[in-house]
């Protein structure tokens, strides 16, 4: 665990967490990644182990291996279909990058928190449900609360309805300015925002919260069943469904994209869903 914040902790440069995986953005390895894009510096490393921890949070330690025959692109798979989203092209415009790296660190988590490019791209080509843009606020999440001196075993889950929603049917402007006024978001440790349910990282728990344990782990599924109440706040069945289907997920990115993505579908429309 990273140790008490020092000085040099407290004046890290947030940013980083939102640029450290651009080359994922543009279907890119690591190593054959840019070092700079639209002027900005992308691809460093994160530091006090926030990147390190927030991977742990969504995919197996050790050596990866594919985990669906037939399908290593970072083009995500949607849980909900089991199929490429039809707009996930990757590598993404990327005339559409830059407002997810360049601007202030409050700008950026705004950015990549309402981003729907970001969704198209998977954490790990190994594990291609879950999702680079809950990568990214994770990490980012850990990375502010680590610099401010707490160990991830001082961390809690906040998940609670939301009290307001983001913009439907919105630009990217629009979306991103929408999160930077709204109450609900708290910069950097909100790593979600949807029209059911809102959550984020924090010490200091003041909503239905759980403890996801001492050490980042695959755990989502045990976190969820640990958090009081009913943090969906709806009793319909296709959100039965959904919150059945939240306490399998063991990984973090995955069950995030997937309440994102369950969210848009009940927005469009679902009609009753069994299970």
């Not at 926030?50 to 969504?58: K, V």
């Not at 970072?74 to 089991?82: D, I």
């Not at 990757?90 to 950026?108: A, F, K, N, Y």
């Not at 289907?245 to 994209?257: E, G, H, K, N």
């Amino acid at each position: 665990m990273p140790p008490a914040a020092t000085d040099e902790a407290a004046n890290v440069d947030l940013r980083v967490a939102y640029r450290h995986d651009v080359h994922k953005l543009r279907g890119r390895q690591h190593g054959s990644g840019r070092d700079e894009l639209f002027d900005v510096p992308v691809n460093d490393s994160v530091p006090l182990q926030a990147d390190r921890d927030a991977a742990l949070l969504s995919r197996p330690d050790g050596e990866p291996e594919q985990t669906v025959a037939n399908h290593a692109s970072p083009a995500r798979l949607s849980l909900l279909t089991g199929s490429v989203l039809e707009t996930g092209a990757v590598p993404v415009q990327e005339t559409t990058i830059e407002p997810l790296i360049d601007g202030s660190p409050d700008e950026l988590h705004a950015a990549w928190l309402t981003s729907e490019t970001a969704a198209l791209v998977n954490e790990s080509v190994y594990l291609p449900y879950s999702s680079l843009k809950y990568h990214i606020l994770l990490v980012a999440a850990l990375l502010d609360a680590y610099r401010a001196g707490h160990t991830f075993d001082d961390l809690f889950l906040v998940a609670e309805p939301t009290s307001e929603s983001p913009p439907r049917n919105a630009d990217r402007k629009a979306r991103q300015q929408a999160a930077l006024a709204a109450d609900c978001v708290v910069p950097h440790r909100t790593i979600l925002w949807t029209g059911a349910v809102t959550m984020r990282l924090t010490a200091s728990p003041d909503g239905p919260a759980a403890w996801p344990g001492p050490v980042p782990a695959e755990s989502f599924a045990d976190v969820w069943n640990r958090v009081s109440g009913s943090p969906l706040g709806r009793e319909a069945q296709w959100w039965r469904h959904v919150d059945a289907q939240l306490r399998r997920i063991r990984s973090w990115s995955t069950a995030l994209q997937y309440i994102e993505d369950a969210v848009a579908e009940d927005t469009r429309g679902t009609t009753e869903v069994s299970g």
